[in-house]
């Protein structure tokens, strides 16, 4: 397909890349078969198609680590999405979006021209599994699939995807939504 120079645009939505069996008590993975042995993806840190669209729907594990970090509820969540203050008793939590429409923890930072999440190391799970998604196959299994809107797929020098990436950074975030 045409594109940018150096970028391979993937073609086909919601493409599989691997079948992953885990055990829930232990949070590991007890099989893997992958069906893409070739797919690489490195974050671009251009935030086009996650974080400038909004924030995240937000589990309640995810509101826990939050609010223990001292940022409140009423603070950080949109409660006009599920109709004011129903959204809390109903958990049907969205995180608080900027007048531009972008996530409230998205900043842009001059001095590496790239954007930057300012609670990264406690973001909510649909953030740390993006540009990735899971179609549940049971209890204990799912179909790791990619989502086509990211600019870091198939990316030059990127991270193969592969058992130790799913391990590293995928795997407990698809933990944290089941």
């Keep these: 397909m045409a ?3 150096g970028l391979r645009w993937v073609s086909t939505l919601g493409e599989k890349i691997a079948k992953i069996v885990f055990d829930r008590a232990s949070g590991k993975a007890t099989n893997m078969v992958f069906f ?7 974050c671009r840190r251009c935030a086009v198609f996650c974080c400038k669209l909004g924030g995240p729907k937000v589990s309640e594990k995810d509101l826990k680590r ?3 970090a001292g940022h409140g509820a009423w603070d950080i969540l949109d409660t006009a999405a599920a109709g004011g203050t129903a959204q809390l008793e109903t958990r049907n939590w969205v995180l608080r979006r900027k007048q531009d429409g972008s996530c409230i923890f998205l900043r ?3 001095s590496n021209k790239a954007y930057e999440c300012t609670v990264y190391e406690l973001r909510p799970a649909l953030c740390r599994l993006y540009p990735f998604e899971y179609e549940r196959m049971g209890p204990n299994a799912i179909i790791l699939r990619f989502i086509p809107f990211c600019n870091g797929l198939n990316a030059r020098g990127g991270a193969l995807v592969d ?3 799913v391990e590293e950074h995928l795997l407990e975030a698809v933990l944290d939504l089941l």
């Design 3 to 5: 594109g940018k120079p």
């Design 163 to 165: 058992s130790k990436f």
């Design 66 to 68: 939050l609010e223990a």
């Design 108 to 110: 842009y930072n001059s």
């Design 36 to 42: 893409r042995e070739d797919f690489r993806f490195e």
